[in-house]
């Protein structure tokens, strides 16, 4: 049995940066380009909102804040939902991944309000299916803090309604909540067989950049601490050679006053006696220290070694494993051309079907040069327009005008015929004549 994950964090500002990765207008490396389109947005936004950040912006104005929200506020919660690897990958492979969705969303509704449940989006083009959902922490009533500070006699704050709108991110991540929110999270995923990772652990769960950011910020610290160390064995050493010349001060009192009388001789043996002794004592254990910081020095330098070394070769073997990643892609690469020298020239053919809207389902069928009914809307760059057909047959053929090369074609036709036909149509129906269209088209020329 695997475990629910479940990682709530608070985000700063408009956390742009989260919504490109989110929303993948910027493409991560550890994403599968060829699955992203398997990704889902299964929240839809409100009339006018278009993106995850304006989704947060939406939330906050229009939920009947009174209080002004401040610039460094927390405005949104980052909540990560997946699951164990191996458990994951089984429920896609047994169709059991939409329920899972739709129990995730349940959950956060029940949670967190479904209004303050502003985007949840389903990755599938990483290594682990997982929704990355926003919360924004809109919370009724009293703040906690006027109520703990009335109870140790404080000032007392204006008591709002039970009804009050508030946005409180601290309020939503408070230490006993957070808590709750496990338990009740691995109640809800129990039926996929997943469970609640060990109560009160203190592992946490961190990427490969944060392992290598942790490990040089290790690295950092380790030499501080030896420059620390280095500048107290200096300080120490001044020290001793003060207390060194301390010792020969009252060493060459101790003789003058011998030297005048014997009953001062007593008298300054007694006192000087004392004092010797105690700079020597004092002496004898500021070399212990000097010697102990000298061997504190020598182990963080060792550690330090130490951890360069397993630094290097975690770099070396990770490099290893992708040139040998990417000879293998090179060599499967190569046996295409070989026994598959069609597949290089139906790839253009299948990413024009996707530019012009073709399922992937469909695009497969396609390129494998079987004839594809269809009915729809397809989208023609050129013209800029998306023309409709109830009933069209996609095939793929030889170009006569390239040796070698496919063409995509329609009922037919070449595409591009076949987007210049339906546009006409579309004149035609529109009654845009063609003197209409050369009057107001600006003639082409060379571009300067």
């Not at 020598?298 to 630094?311: L, P, V």
């Not at 530019?355 to 800029?384: A, C, D, M």
Request: net charge positive.
């Amino acid at each position: 049995m695997g475990y629910a994950v479940l990682h709530l964090e608070k985000a700063k500002g408009a956390d742009g940066a989260m919504s490109t990765h989110i929303e993948r207008t910027v493409h991560p490396k550890n994403a599968d380009r060829m699955r992203t389109h398997l990704n889902r947005e299964l929240v839809q936004f409100p009339e006018g909102v278009k993106n995850r950040t304006q989704a947060i912006a939406h939330r906050i104005e229009t939920a009947g804040i009174r209080r002004k929200v401040g610039t460094n506020q927390v405005k949104a919660i980052r909540v990560l939902l997946t699951g164990s690897n191996k458990d994951m990958k089984q429920m896609e492979a047994d169709g059991r991944l939409d329920g899972w969705c739709n129990d995730n969303l349940k959950w956060l509704w029940e949670t967190y309000g479904e209004q303050n449940l502003v985007s949840a989006v389903l990755h599938m083009d990483e290594k682990t299916p997982h929704i990355h959902a926003t919360i924004v922490p809109i919370v009724t009533g009293e703040r906690r803090k006027a109520k703990q500070d009335e109870q140790n006699g404080k000032k007392k704050y204006r008591k709002k309604s039970p009804q009050d709108v508030r946005l409180c991110a601290d309020d939503v991540m408070a230490r006993h909540k957070l808590k709750h929110y496990q338990d009740t999270y691995a109640q809800a995923m129990s039926k996929y067989g997943l469970q609640r990772g060990i109560d009160g652990s203190l592992a946490k769960h961190i990427s490969t950049m944060q392992y290598y950011k942790e490990l040089v910020e290790q690295q950092d610290s380790l030499q501080e601490n030896i420059e620390t160390l280095l500048g107290l064995e200096e300080e120490a050493q001044k020290k001793l050679k003060k207390l060194k010349g301390e010792i020969n001060v009252q060493k060459m009192k101790g003789a003058a006053v011998n030297a005048t009388t014997a009953i001062a001789d007593g008298v300054s043996s007694l006192l000087g006696g004392s004092k010797v002794k105690r700079l020597e004592a004092e002496n004898e254990g500021l070399k212990q220290d000097i010697a102990n910081l000298q061997r504190q020095v020598q182990a963080e330098q060792r550690e330090q070694t130490k951890m360069e070394n397993r630094h290097n070769s975690e770099i070396i073997r990770i490099e290893r494993s992708y040139q040998q990643k990417i000879a293998g892609y090179d060599n499967r690469l190569k046996q295409i051309d070989t026994y598959f020298p069609i597949v290089t020239e139906l790839l253009p053919i299948a990413e024009q079907c996707r530019e012009v809207g073709f399922t992937e389902e469909l695009t497969r069928r396609i390129v494998s040069l079987q004839p594809v009914g269809f009915k729809g809307r397809l989208y023609s760059k050129e013209h800029n327009e998306k023309f409709r057909t109830e009933h069209s047959t996609a095939t793929v053929e030889r170009n006569p005008q390239e040796k070698g090369k496919f063409r995509l074609c329609i009922d037919g036709m070449p595409i591009l015929e076949w987007f210049k036909m339906k546009f006409q149509e579309l004149k035609e129906k529109l009654g845009v004549s063609h003197t209409q269209k050369e009057e107001n088209t600006p003639k082409r020329g060379l571009r300067m």
